[in-house]
């Protein structure tokens, strides 16, 4: 029985992730080719109108419905709009304001999920829904409405240049690609593929973390607390190691993180005892607290930034896959086998996959940037 409802937690992480992919697909449509403040200020304002919405629902299907349609949204809101608007305005330093930009996303959690349950336990699932419509409205909407803007050009600022230098992997490429161009190379679907397969590996276990904790002896509090810990790290490590991204080679950044949790998920197939889980909490949130910053440095780095929106949108409905499928098959294994053994030995293999992806991007996209270094002003 406990099997079967952690499989079912994983089918739930599973759908949203199909959900989100829908969302990317849609949202490459029409938003992504404008990302920007605009379509900041839009899906926030559709954002606001499924939260009221949802506090509404009177059935099954209009929640599913809303579910859709919001991660379609989220998809637009989290991703593309906003790794665009910091690649415009940060050039030299893209992967500290990526990291920090993305920090807001664990602080978020921090701030909101004991309020948002302490509203549901008091009043109501549905005016907790009211209630987050209300923040966007309060907050969000004027925010992008009057103060976001598209480029520093427009408040007739310019990013002042870093001393000595200019990390590689800080300067977009000078030779911008659209879609259809972006699509045909090589690395355009290394970088796809390594993110997802990284995606497999760090949502798969995020989700079933406590369930695989409490199977090898810890309590419900231990195997929470100790997921507590590393989001409470791997927030900390955004705001404070983003400055790494900008300095280290990106595809050797992702590679990196990738073997770095490989083998923290191998100590964990090992033993599962007090030393080897201090050395895991921080392995595992180094790699968690910068990997969601590789794929738009890469896209950015070898397709530059004019179409960058729709060339992450692209890559983001392949990347995607990881986060749909990755939860489902790993309840699936835990199913099968009665352990999670199988699964952490799948997870592995995926970040192992991931790094070799990571790799392949230097000699895959070696001609475009071959390219943007003869296109580049001199």
């Known amino acids: 029985m ?29 938003l992504v080719r404008s990302a920007g403040r605009a379509g900041l200020t839009q ?23 809303l579910m859709l349609a919001a991660a379609v949204f989220r998809a637009w809101l989290a991703n593309v709009p906003v ?9 030299w330093r893209r992967g500290q304001a990526l990291s920090l ?45 009057f103060l976001v803007r598209d480029s520093p050009a427009e408040m007739g600022l310019e990013e002042p240049p870093l001393s000595g230098a200019v990390p590689a992997n800080s300067a977009a490429s000078a030779v911008s690609y659209r879609l259809a161009e972006a699509v045909r190379t090589p690395v355009f679907w290394a970088i796809a593929c390594a993110q997802g397969l990284l995606y497999v590996g760090q949502t798969s276990f995020l989700i079933h973390a406590v369930p695989f904790l409490r199977s ?19 927030t900390v490590l955004r705001v404070t190691t983003g400055r790494l991204t900008d300095l280290v080679p990106t595809r050797l950044l ?6 770095l949790q490989a ?35 890469l896209v950015g780095r070898y397709f530059g930034l004019v179409h960058f929106g729709a060339v992450l949108g692209a890559s983001g409905v392949v990347s995607t896959m990881g986060l749909a499928v990755g939860p489902y098959l790993t309840g699936a294994l835990y199913d099968a086998s009665g352990s999670y053994d199988a699964a952490l030995l799948m997870l592995v293999a995926a970040l192992g996959l991931a790094a070799a ?14 390219r943007s270094l003869e296109a580049a002003p001199s």
């Open 43 to 65: 899906a926030e304002a559709l954002d606001l109108g499924l939260y009221l919405l949802l506090a509404g629902l009177r059935s099954l299907w209009q929640f599913y419905a």
């Open 357 to 370: 992806c990571y790799l392949a991007v230097g000699p895959l996209g070696r001609p475009l940037l071959r």
């Open 216 to 234: 090898e002896g810890l309590t419900a509090g231990g195997a929470a607390a100790l997921v507590s810990a590393i989001t409470a790290l791997y």
């Open 101 to 145: 930009a993305n920090a807001g996303l664990g602080i978020g959690g921090f701030v909101f999920t004991p309020l948002l349950v302490y509203i549901i336990e008091e009043w109501g699932w549905r005016q907790a829904f009211a209630f987050s419509g209300l923040v966007l409205l309060a907050y969000f909407l004027p925010v992008s409405l």
């Open 83 to 91: 790794q665009s608007l910091v690649s415009r305005w940060f050039r």
């Open 2 to 30: 406990e099997g079967t409802l952690f499989r079912v937690g994983g089918l739930g992480v599973s759908v949203y992730g199909l959900f989100l992919l829908a969302g990317f697909g849609a949202g490459l449509l029409r």
């Open 263 to 297: 083998a923290a998920l191998g100590l964990l197939l090992w033993s599962v005892s007090p030393v080897t889980l201090a050395m895991f909490v921080p392995a595992w949130a180094v790699g968690q607290a910068n990997g969601f910053v590789i794929e738009p440095l």
């Open 254 to 259: 992702g590679a990196g993180i990738a073997l």
